[in-house]
């Protein structure tokens, strides 16, 4: 629950503050163009969060940079020979007139629409295909995963999520996979999956949480780095 608010500027970056009733100190940075937020123990006062933010100055920046780009290049018209990733590929637009179908042809992503489909139907299209991508991968991914960890999901789905790739209800053992995924690695849908599996284990990202992902995936932190140093927003992780 919040208990207050304050604004900082921090060498020339706005930041917005909200104090919680909470442990750790929570730093994000949001779309389109990288606002800066900060969720704070109600424990600190402004210098401290001052000095958390000084001290990942060079992260945020990278983030806002990627966003604003991000975002001048997100803004697809659906037209022919844009570019468009798939499972971390970058593939060429091709469009078709015909039955509705998507699919990818060597570095190509084809899609075929019916007759005066206009570009916000296409583009209706090709999330719906992306969200079965994750969906079709997902049941394998936990098949090989939940033996290992020693717990299962009562449920999974498949949304969009502004800020976060993963997340995970332990009560509920419920996992939501953000639909992006599908535009990375595969190997970054994984290291979702063991991450949100693991948090059924450990609820927050202390040192037990740490110790047993490195047990189950030792790559997970160039995996980690991997899906920060995208457009979503960085987990606040202990060193």
Known sequence: MSTGSSYLTVAGIDVDVTYKDIKNLHLAVYPPMGRVRVAAPTRLDDDAIRLAVV???????????????????????????ESHYVWGRRLRLELYTGRSKVEVRGSRLSISSPVGADAPERRAQLERWYRKQVRDAIPAILDRWQPTIGREVEAWVVQHMRTKWGTCNPERARIIFNIELAKKHPSCLEYIAVHELT??????????????????????RALRDELNGSTLAQEDWPE
């Open 199 to 220: 948090h059924l284990h450990e609820r927050t990202h202390n040192e037990r949480f740490i110790s047993l992902m490195d047990g189950y995936l030792p790559t997970w």
């Open 55 to 81: 001290q990942r100055l060079p992260w945020i920046k990278q983030q806002r940079e990627q966003l604003q780009s991000a975002e001048r290049q997100s803004k697809r018209e659906m037209l022919a020979g």
